[in-house]
């Protein structure tokens, strides 16, 4: 009673009848804010649900703030906010710095030739009916590479003819035509069969090189002539550029590798060391190149990764796989696509083309065994394990995976690329473009 009201009227507050203190009156915004409440609480038609339903509890604890607790409030608040917001960007910053480390880290390792990312493993076979056939060369298919950016592919063929597709709708971008010897005035072009295309990493320049000992240098996009490289004893066999650069390495059966610098339109350098012809080249990025032998069964430089070795009568039946610095193969897989023929008079099928994806663990082979196999490496380049076989009838005498590695490219003739030993009737010549879909992983949980 007294007690009560003695603190009632040191408060300030007047006491009411039953000796509890009275509520000071509410301001005009206190009112209107409890008459909106009660509109939106009881008020039917468009009123209803504009404010959150609120309980009277939480409605007096609102009016009974001062206005220095209502600022303190505001302030925790805004402090909460700031930290969270600092949080994220400390999350987004901490994400970024570990993206440009691995990203430093693969370029380490891709310049020293030790990338492998583990890809093969999810590799599914495709349906034979997912495969795109693409068909405009007369004679089997020689050769084919695929522009940096995996929009267009340029195949060439026995037919001397050069032609880019385009990969979204396999239609024919445009053809270079065959030329005739000793004719003047005509279109620059081949005259005798096609061995050997490369494209620089930027896809500025095409070279293509063929049976009468001259490389020619296309503008890729344009399809336009520009020069004509000559030295070359006989048939040009390989063309590679080394990456991020226009220097251009050319081998042939003359048994040398030369030097070109595209760019400037001349000639650098003659490199010797086979006892035979050269039937492959390729090249990185560092300032050298890997070729391999035909009958001399070697393999020479120090950048190879993947290659065709173990000769039958001459010709590819193994596919082997080369360290950096060894001069033996890490991993040997013999008579890789099988043999034919009756028993007893058993001959292998010969390798007439090989390719990897670039840092990856994923190989392919071609013959003419009726498919392309893809090969898994071993941790460490120690093995080769077989994949799928991919069902393709005919001569597969290129292949060629996409940058992405989201599709394979097959050149595919009735004929093998260098002779006319068999002619597969069945077979058809064409450029056929291999979907290389991934299985999904597993469903997350929760998911």
């Known amino acids: 009673g007294l007690g009560s009201l003695s603190s009632s009227l040191a408060l300030g507050r007047t006491p009411g009848p039953n000796g509890r203190p009275l ?42 703030e001062t206005v220095q607790e209502k600022k303190l409030r505001l302030a925790k608040l805004y402090l909460e906010q700031l930290r969270q917001q600092e949080e994220e960007k400390a999350e987004a910053r901490e994400f970024e710095e570990d993206q440009v480390a691995g990203r430093l880290k693969e370029d380490v ?10 890809v093969a493993k999810e590799i599914q076979a495709p349906a034979p009916t997912d495969i795109r056939v693409l068909r405009g060369h007369q004679l089997s298919i020689t050769c084919l590479v695929i522009t940096p950016d995996d929009l267009a592919i340029f195949s060439a063929a026995k037919d001397c003819t050069i032609i880019k ?4 709708s396999g239609r024919k971008l445009h053809v270079i035509p065959r030329a005739k010897k000793g004719a003047e005035g005509q279109p ?10 490369a494209i620089s990493s930027d896809g500025k320049y095409l070279a293509s090189g063929d049976c009468s000992k001259l490389i020619l240098i296309w503008e890729a996009q344009s399809c336009w002539h520009l020069y ?22 050319s081998t042939s059966h003359d048994r040398s590798v030369k030097v070109w ?24 990025s560092r300032e050298c190149c890997v070729t391999a032998g035909g009958r001399d069964g070697t393999v020479r430089g120090l950048l190879c990764q993947v290659g065709a070795l173990g000769w039958g009568g001459g010709w590819a039946i193994s ?15 013999r008579e890789a696509h099988g043999v034919q023929g009756e028993p007893g008079l058993e001959q292998p099928f010969w390798v007439s083309s090989v390719a990897a994806l670039l840092n990856t663990d994923l ?5 003419h065994n009726s498919c392309v196999r893809l090969w898994q490496c071993g941790e460490g380049f120690r093995r080769l394990d077989p994949l799928c076989d991919i069902p393709l009838m005919g001569f597969i005498n290129s292949l060629k995976f996409s940058s992405a590695g989201d599709f394979l490219v097959a050149g595919v003739g009735q004929e093998h690329r260098l002779g006319r030993w068999w002619r597969i009737k069945e077979a058809r010549n064409s450029v056929c473009i291999i979907p290389l879909r991934r299985v999904p992983g597993p469903p997350v949980a929760g998911s």
């Open 319 to 333: 596919v082997a796989l080369w360290g950096l610095s060894k001069k033996r193969p890490l991993a040997l897989q």
């Open 109 to 118: 390792l891709e310049q020293r030739g030790r990338l492998q990312k583990s």
């Open 23 to 64: 509520r000071p009156p509410a301001s005009r915004g206190v009112m209107e804010r409890r008459s909106l409440g009660v509109m939106c609480r009881t008020g039917g038609g468009k009123m209803e649900g504009l404010a959150p339903k609120r309980t009277e509890e939480e409605e007096e604890e609102e009016l009974e």
């Open 165 to 168: 597709w385009s990969v979204e």
């Open 228 to 249: 004509t490289f000559t030295g070359h004893r006989d048939a040009v066999s390989g063309l590679a550029f080394r990456r991020g650069t226009h220097q251009l390495y």
């Open 363 to 367: 190989v392919a082979t071609g013959s």
């Open 261 to 284: 610098n595209v760019e400037e339109n001349s000639y650098v350098e003659t490199l010797f060391g086979h006892q035979d012809a050269v039937a492959a080249l390729d090249a990185l």
């Open 188 to 197: 620059p072009g081949h005259s005798s069969h096609i061995l050997c295309m």
